[in-house]
């Protein structure tokens, strides 16, 4: 098991019943339970990942692989109740039809993929972040004892490509229904779950370019964050409204990789529109930061771009993480000063979750040659105490970053944009 928050249990095929922890090894057979804070990430021997979230049951019934002899895999689940996110793996690469995710009442098979499954009582319901599932009741020719995508006329398929929809199974009703979509995409969290358990096997070279230029240098980790230049800053009130789409005119511009963006997240944009006449300058696991390509060969910046900015913030959005629950931010006051001449900037955020908690923001360091600014403070080796991946646009005039700081047992992340 890679990754665990809150109580979860692992309940052996004998009835012996145990807690769990990250590191735990995870059995044919097995159940993994988890509590209403509970929430675990299991990653397999075909580096497929399995997803359990509160208050759900996963049952392990089947899972064989042989990379020399792929006609023998076999891989089968059971999502009892709850929700499970899964991410196919290496056995269901050549032969996507030795994979199967039962519920108490559908059944889904696979054209590879990464997908969303949801059961109780009232029924099913899938998305799809990637690939394309097959959906049908369970009933007749469709036994839980199968493998791969039923067949028949009450079989439905969704894609990724079909945007924000849901296949439906209702209980007691015997088809699949395709309903607009809803808030079963992934949170902040889930999303940077996936991301550690994949791999970059799984991710885009697009993607994985932004997410190293997010990464400090070796000379930046040393330098570290400037702490006496961001205790000069002087915030200056925010507006209310700022968690809205990035301008479509902008030089800078948030884009998620997704289909649909995550649930609190109003800021980003399609992929798809953010990359048109852009490249991506930094990334996290949810989205990237587009700046306008450079049409004039040459310096980055023009060498008139001298002396301090003061920007002002105009689109942000900002949650609170803590265990299993995300909520929203505010931002109340704010500040990022840039000065070209000596390619530095600093930056801050007063930031507050709905449920009251409280946390500060304060950075300051080096500019890129590139027009990027990255910075950690905190241990190596350990997720940073607070973090910025920017880029300045072309133009000096638009700056962008995302952020993240520790506050109150959890964390605030969070995207940015700025102008004069």
Not at 117 to 136: F, L, N, R, Y
Not at 299 to 307: D, I, R, T, V
Not at 378 to 403: K, T
Request: glycine letters at 10%.
């Amino acid at each position: 098991m890679s990754l665990h928050i809150g109580q979860a249990w692992v309940v052996r095929a004998d009835g012996t019943r145990l807690p769990l922890a990250r590191g735990a090894a995870i059995f044919v057979g097995d159940r993994v339970e988890t509590a209403a804070n509970g929430h675990v990430h299991m990653r397999f021997i075909d580096n497929a990942a399995v997803s359990v979230r509160p208050d759900s049951v996963l049952q392990v019934q089947a899972y064989t692989y042989d990379a020399e002899r792929p006609q023998s895999n076999e891989i089968r689940l059971l999502v009892e109740k709850g929700t499970s996110r899964s991410i196919s793996g290496a056995a269901t690469d050549v032969d996507k039809s030795r994979f199967r995710l039962n519920t108490p009442i559908a059944a889904i098979g696979i054209r590879g993929t990464d997908f969303i499954v949801q059961t109780d009582p009232s029924g099913d319901k899938a998305s799809v972040a990637d690939g394309t599932i097959v959906m049908s009741p369970l009933g007749g020719a469709c036994s839980a004892a199968g493998l791969g995508p039923c067949a028949g006329a009450h079989v439905r398929e969704l894609s990724a490509e079909m945007g924000r929809l849901m296949a439906v199974v209702r209980a007691g009703e015997h088809a699949t229904r395709i309903v607009p979509g809803d808030s079963l995409n992934m949170t902040a969290a889930a999303a940077n779950e996936r991301l550690q358990s994949r791999g970059d096997r799984s991710v885009t070279a697009l993607r994985a370019s932004g997410l190293l230029a997010a990464e400090p240098t070796e000379s930046e980790a040393r330098r570290g964050n400037d702490a006496a230049a961001a205790g000069l800053l002087t915030l200056a009130s925010t507006g209310a409204n700022l968690n809205r789409p990035s301008s479509l005119t902008g030089q800078l511009i948030w884009g998620h990789w997704a289909i649909q963006s995550a649930e609190l997240d109003r800021l980003s944009v399609p992929f798809s529109l953010a990359s048109l006449g852009r490249h991506v300058t930094v990334a996290d696991a949810e989205t990237g930061l587009f700046r306008s390509n450079q049409s004039v060969p040459g310096e980055l910046f023009p060498a008139s771009l001298q002396g301090t900015v003061e920007f002002r913030l105009n689109r942000a959005t900002a949650m609170f993480e803590a265990g299993d629950r995300s909520e929203s931010a505010a931002i109340s006051r704010s500040n990022l000063t840039i000065d070209f001449t000596r390619r530095t900037f600093a930056t801050g955020l007063d930031l507050k979750s709905e449920s009251g908690v409280s946390g500060e923001l304060r950075m300051a360091g080096n500019v890129r040659s590139d027009g990027l600014f990255v910075l950690r403070e905190g241990p190596i080796d350990q997720r940073a105490e607070q973090r910025v991946a920017g880029a300045i646009s072309l133009n000096g005039r638009e700056a962008g970053y995302l952020f993240e700081r520790s506050a109150g047992g959890g964390w605030f992340r969070g995207r940015t944009l700025w102008g004069p």
